[in-house]
């Protein structure tokens, strides 16, 4: 630990008497025992030692149970504070709080205890699991130990971010004296000095598969220490460890069959599940796109174009099963019951974008002579997971993303479940990219590395194949910047989404006169990253941690205000709110 002064807080008000209580062993339906010391499942840390390969099984087991009690969070507190969500009339006063920033009162989404439990029994796996155990040469838990480290990670990386500084341990309370101990209070930038050196010997380590097709439950430790040099101020660390996973990461893989003898390229940002998306949506709204939406985000690998999602908390279907989400039920209802909506914000950034239609010249295909049109369909994804619906002469709109619907959205009888929770997915992993890039490219004042960050945006042929390739027309395809999977043809537009002086200016000074500098390339990138995050990444739980930390690394307490107030909409900012966000002592959430 660095040696300047770090406050200290008891844990007792935090963590409760209760967590003198570790439960490993055993639990296999709920993390709630870890709560009560009467429990049957409850075993001390001095009855057991974690020595064996069933033991690693159970208890790594276990703590995922325990992620999925936060599941719900991750997504709710991220997301119902930022800009892309709206409350309605019919919204619980909890999520109205948390939407209002007005934390005074009790709240069901503010009880921190459930991430130390996450946290609480990683440090006792830790601690107890045998690493050198072996078989056949081989470290048989080291696997296990890898994945909590990455979990307690990304957990405690989730407390900081919404809690500002909270308390930091890494020894398991076993007892009540240990709960009742201070520990130093960290806030993102300091867990990350923390978490990072015990993150690095570990990343080349494959997570455990315990079930088929289920290796994704797990936080990917690589990228949870990329996300760490980023919220760190280290991009050149961020950049590097995001570009080598995208480069050497099987989940990265492009692999075409031999009859089209491309084989084992690394780093695609293809359409996968979703690839008619902009084609089948450009012309109308889909009423009933939860389902295609869904298997967009399928778990099962395709043996031609790998994971869209790359890490995942899977939740169960059934109460009787386990932990249930509901995120479903907060966003569709068939009878306009719903607690919360789309934006008019989300809206309105989604249809300020320009689809780009070419069409080639068949008769000179080598020439790639392309007509390109600019049309005016917006982005297509918002139409995509934004169900439009009417009942009792009434039209609504439902954020249809995070729900699986198993009948049609148009019939009577309905039942909505989240399947899956995304921590990772590919598109995230090119954008967290391309803003460690923009950054690192402000810090050196580098012109190419800025063009690399928009690329990665726009088309990211280029990033990965600098000189070129001899198969680029097949290459283009599959390579693709993030703004294509909504706008289509992006990667030949050769004035709109650009980086052009005049494009620059008005973006930035609504003047297209207006003489531009370095830095506003790069604060235009900047613009163009967050709006991408909001197009691609919307209801996954990472939105008001992707303002606060734009706004942290630009100086900006307004890039957050600004956005947050203006949820109805540009021309409806709430000024009061935008007042409360100018203070960023209220980004945070009271620790209770």
Not at 127 to 137: E, F, G, P, Q, S
Not at 230 to 236: E, K, P, R
Not at 450 to 473: C, I, Q, R, W
Not at 486 to 506: F, H, M, R, S, W
Request: some cysteine.
């Amino acid at each position: 630990m660095n040696n300047k002064k770090i406050k200290t807080m008891k844990s007792k008000s935090i963590i409760g008497v209760a967590l003198a209580a570790i439960f490993t062993m055993g639990l296999t339906t709920s993390c709630e025992d870890m709560f009560n010391i009467e429990s049957s499942r409850v075993i001390y840390e001095e009855n057991h030692n974690l020595n064996s390969t069933a033991d690693s099984a159970y208890t790594t087991t276990g703590i995922l149970q325990c992620v999925r009690e936060i599941a719900d969070r991750y997504v709710l507190l991220g997301e119902v504070r930022g800009d892309l969500v709206d409350i309605n009339d019919l919204t619980k006063t909890s999520l109205r709080n948390l939407a209002e920033f007005n934390f005074e009162d009790d709240n069901e989404y503010l009880n921190i205890r459930d991430y130390y439990a996450v946290i609480n029994n990683c440090n006792y796996a830790l601690a107890k699991m045998d690493t050198t155990l072996a078989h056949n040469n081989e470290r048989v838990m080291i696997d296990e130990y890898a994945a909590i480290l990455g979990i307690r990670a990304w957990t405690y990386t989730q407390l900081a971010i919404n809690y500002g500084k909270v308390p930091y341990f890494t020894e398991p309370i076993t007892t009540v004296a240990d709960s009742e101990k201070e520990y130093p209070m960290l806030d993102i930038k300091e867990m990350a000095q923390e978490l990072i050196p015990q993150l690095i010997p570990y990343i080349d380590y494959e997570l455990p598969v315990f079930t088929e097709e289920k290796e994704q439950a797990y936080p990917i430790l690589q990228l949870v220490l990329a996300d760490l040099y980023l919220w760190s101020g280290d991009y050149a660390n961020a950049w590097e460890t995001y570009w080598d996973y995208m480069t050497t990461n099987k989940d990265f893989n492009l692999v075409y069959g031999k009859e089209n003898s491309l084989e084992n390229f690394r780093g695609y940002m293809g359409m996968n599940g979703a690839a008619t998306t902009a084609e089948q949506t450009l012309n109308g709204v889909i009423t009933e796109s939860t389902a295609a939406w869904f298997s967009y985000f399928s778990q099962i690998k395709s043996t031609t174009l790998g994971f869209e999602n790359l890490s995942f908390i899977t939740m169960e279907s059934s109460s009787a099963d386990g932990k249930v989400s509901e995120l479903a039920n907060l966003f569709i209802s068939l009878d306009n019951t719903h607690q919360l909506n789309a934006s008019a914000y989300l809206k309105e950034i989604s249809g300020a974008q320009s689809y780009i239609k070419a069409t080639v010249d068949k008769e000179n295909k080598k020439t790639k002579n392309y007509t390109i049109n600019v049309m005016a369909g917006g982005d297509q994804r918002y139409k995509y997971y934004n169900v439009t619906r009417s009942t009792d002469g009434k039209t609504f709109d439902l954020y249809a993303k995070m729900g699986n619907a198993s009948t049609s959205l148009t019939s009577g009888e309905i039942n909505y479940i989240t399947p899956q929770i995304n921590i990772y997915r590919r598109s995230i992993v090119y954008l967290r990219a391309a803003e460690a890039l923009n950054a690192l490219a402000k810090e050196q004042g580098s012109d190419s590395l800025a063009v690399m960050s928009f690329n990665l945006l726009k088309d990211a042929y280029k990033v990965f194949f600098p000189k070129g390739h001899v198969l680029e027309e097949e290459l283009q395809q599959a390579f693709i910047g993030v703004h294509g999977r909504g706008c289509g043809d992006v990667y030949l537009d050769t004035a709109v989404y650009v980086l052009k002086p005049n494009v620059i200016a008005q973006r930035l000074y609504n003047d297209p006169e207006q003489t531009v500098t370095f830095n506003d390339t790069i604060d235009y990138i900047d613009e163009l990253i967050i709006d991408e995050l909001a197009m691609e990444s919307a209801l996954e739980g990472n939105r008001f941690g992707d303002l606060i930390r734009f706004a942290e690394r630009r100086g900006e307490p307004e890039f957050l205000a600004k956005r947050v107030a203006s949820r109805k909409g540009k021309a409806h900012v709430d000024e009061d709110l935008y007042n409360k966000l100018m203070d960023k002592a209220n980004w945070y959430l009271p620790i209770k």
